[in-house]
C-alpha cells in the first residue's frame, strides 16, 4: 500500500456523490498542478475512464447506486493495477463494507482527506 505514483502532473478523477466533496477534492488537486475531474457516481465515472484512462482514482465509498467496493471492484476487472485506487470514507473504518473495499484499494482516507499524506502518495518527493 506504499505505492506512489511516478509523475508531475496526473490524470485524477474524483468520484463523490456528495457533488460539493468531490468538486472541492479536485479543485484542490488542480491547485496542486494535477488535472483532476470530479464525478458524481460510479456509472458517470466508468464512462470517463473509457474515455481516457486516469493514473488515479479517488473513490467515496458510501455512494447511492454503485458503492465504492462495487466500483473498486469493476475498475480492477478492467484494468488490473494500472490505475492508483484511493478510497475515501466518512464511514466508520471497521464497518464489513469498508474493510471488502479497503482489500481492494492500494490506499485509503478516512474523511475529511489529509492533504500532505495524499501529496506524498501522488508524488515522489
Same mark, same amino acid.
Given at each position: 500500500?506504499?505505492?506512489?505514483?511516478? &509523475?508531475?502532473?496526473?490524470? $485524477?478523477?474524483?468520484?463523490?456523490?456528495?457533488?460539493?466533496?468531490?468538486?472541492?477534492?479536485?479543485?484542490?488537486?488542480?491547485?496542486?498542478?494535477?488535472? &483532476? *475531474? @470530479?464525478?458524481?457516481?460510479?456509472? *458517470?465515472?466508468?464512462?470517463?475512464?473509457?474515455?481516457?484512462?486516469? #493514473?488515479?482514482?479517488?473513490?467515496?465509498?458510501?455512494?447511492? @447506486?454503485?458503492? @465504492?467496493?462495487?466500483? *473498486?471492484?469493476?475498475?480492477?476487472?478492467?484494468?488490473? #493495477?494500472? $490505475? +492508483?485506487?484511493? &478510497?475515501?470514507? @466518512? &464511514?466508520?473504518?471497521?464497518?464489513?463494507? +469498508?474493510?471488502? *473495499?479497503?482489500?481492494?484499494? #492500494?490506499?485509503?482516507? +478516512?474523511?475529511?482527506?489529509? $492533504?500532505?499524506?495524499?501529496?506524498? $502518495?501522488?508524488?515522489?518527493?
Amino acid at each position: 500500500m506504499e505505492d506512489k505514483v511516478d &509523475a508531475q502532473s496526473l490524470q $485524477i478523477y474524483v468520484v463523490d456523490d456528495d457533488r460539493d466533496s468531490a468538486n472541492s477534492l479536485a479543485e484542490l488537486l488542480i491547485r496542486l498542478g494535477h488535472k &483532476a *475531474t @470530479g464525478c458524481y457516481d460510479g456509472s *458517470t465515472l466508468l464512462e470517463l475512464t473509457r474515455q481516457g484512462k486516469p #493514473d488515479c482514482v479517488l473513490l467515496d465509498i458510501a455512494m447511492k @447506486g454503485m458503492d @465504492g467496493f462495487e466500483l *473498486t471492484r469493476r475498475l480492477r476487472t478492467e484494468y488490473g #493495477d494500472d $490505475i +492508483v485506487l484511493i &478510497a475515501v470514507t @466518512g &464511514a466508520p473504518p471497521d464497518s464489513p463494507s +469498508v474493510q471488502s *473495499t479497503f482489500e481492494l484499494v #492500494d490506499h485509503y482516507f +478516512v474523511k475529511p482527506v489529509d $492533504i500532505e499524506k495524499l501529496t506524498n $502518495i501522488l508524488t515522489l518527493g
